[in-house]
């Protein structure tokens, strides 16, 4: 995305870049930046993660600052406007998930001018059907799938793999497709105990020895709650709930159902590591190159996104965490036509 941001911006319009590190914590902290140029972003279209650093806990409006021995919070918005003014930057470029755009269409309520572009491995923005660096999650998540199902046959166990995804099960859905699971559990469908023992029975008696369960870590059983590693503010500077264990807690109600033996895999951040994927690589450019269509255009507080297959503008203030998957839709209608469970 940044190639083809300061490519374009240099190349057509004559911009200048600076480069914001860790996040927002680079506009608040001092001597966190670096300049883009042509040069710097010339070899970085096959590199995972960000030049740049990044942070999930440097929210300027809640930023936590060390008091003692304990975190406070502190809304140093102010400082982070002054270190833009100190820069001389005309605006701001917001690269991230939601808590990223909705911070960015904070600060346009306080005059900043920030266009954005959506970029988490979840998908789960309302304001865009695809977000880049999910595709290449979802290669990563059916190769791992793929080498489980090799350990899970020779040793006739049941795998259970945890994915990320949070509240939405997309990553789950088309990771357990593509590794072709045989249960696929996300936080959409509470799941039944005794429904998924009941799919690894019928594949027991169709032949098939080994099971492959795909579960979001938002997954949960019904009547029970999510796996939480860690409670909203535990972790300083970190205003939501930690996610994770939805796979022990599967696994440990399934012990005393089930005859075979079961192991859990928690995939963990490699699904955010590594090369992106030709089409995460193809979409990172096309929204580096048309975000500066929003600044030529003065459309500011707006992002880009992909809609019906078509590039186009959404508001930031549409970038909520609030897209899950579809229940009536087609994959997982499919999913279930071709035998997949998803516990329900």
Known sequence: MLRALVRRGVREFGHEFVGIQNGFEGLVQPDLTMPLTLSSVRDILNKGGTILGTS?????????????????????????????????????????????????????????????????????????????GFDTAVQVISEAIDRLHSTAEAHQRVMVVEIMGRNAGFLTLEGGLAGGADVILIPEVPYQVDKVVASIDAL???????????????????GGEQ?????????????????????KVLADLLAPKVEAEIRVTVLGHLQRGGAPCP??????????????????????????????????????????KERVVDLS??????????????GD
């Open 56 to 132: 999930n806990r440097a929210n300027p409006f809640a930023y936590a600052v060390r008091e003692g021995d304990h975190y406070v919070e502190r809304d140093l918005h102010a400082v982070a406007i002054d270190r833009m003014k100190a820069l001389q930057l005309d605006g701001l470029v917001a690269i991230g998930g939601d808590g990223t755009l909705q911070i960015a269409h904070r600060f346009t309520q306080h005059g900043v001018r920030v266009v954005g572009c959506p970029k988490t491995i979840d998908n789960d923005l309302s304001g865009t059907d695809q977000t880049f």
């Open 204 to 222: 027991r008696r169709s032949g098939k020895k080994f099971a492959i369960i795909a579960i979001s870590e938002g997954a949960y059983p019904v």
């Open 227 to 247: 796996a939480v590693l860690a409670q909203a503010g535990e972790i300083p500077g970190r205003g939501v709930v930690r996610l994770g264990g939805s796979g």
């Open 279 to 320: 089409s995460d690589r193809v979409l990172a450019t096309l929204y580096g190159a048309m975000v500066l269509d929003l600044v030529e255009r003065n459309q500011w507080d707006h992002m880009v996104c992909m809609r019906e297959g078509k590039l186009k503008f959404a508001a930031l203030g549409e970038s909520r």
């Open 329 to 342: 839709g087609d994959k997982v209608r499919l999913a279930r036509s071709i035998g997949i469970s998803f």
